[in-house]
């Protein structure tokens, strides 16, 4: 009896790590999938991060004309400028001459 106890007990045994195995394989399986979908989304967020950080460089350039712009516009050619083309003035003594289209 004591050998068939032995035989159950190595039987069981041989089945218990039969299961963990299965259980560590399938863990393993699991594991491996959601690696491959995070690799997936890391290399979208990369994409998104590449884009926006263009739009950010094109951005800041933006701003950087806007700035320059608007230090122009307090500067005396400027408003010399406008004060020709769209208000029609002109300095004391100046002739102004116009193409007949």
């Not at 399986?29 to 979908?37: D, G, K, R, T, Y």
């Not at 094109?58 to 712009?69: L, N, Q």
């Not at 050619?77 to 769209?86: F, G, L, N, P, T």
């Amino acid at each position: 009896m004591a050998k068939k106890a032995a035989y159950r007990k190595k039987r069981q045994n041989r089945f218990g790590m039969f299961l963990v195995s299965i259980v560590v394989i399938m863990m393993l399986i699991v594991v491996a999938c959601n690696s491959v979908e995070l690799m997936a989304k890391r290399e979208t967020y990369r994409q998104k991060e590449a884009a926006l950080e263009e739009q950010i460089a094109a951005e800041e350039e933006r701003a950087k004309e806007i700035e320059e712009f608007e230090t122009y516009t307090h500067t005396k050619k400027y408003i010399e400028e406008v004060a020709r083309d769209k208000l029609g003035l002109v300095y004391e003594g100046e002739i102004l001459f116009k193409d007949e289209d």
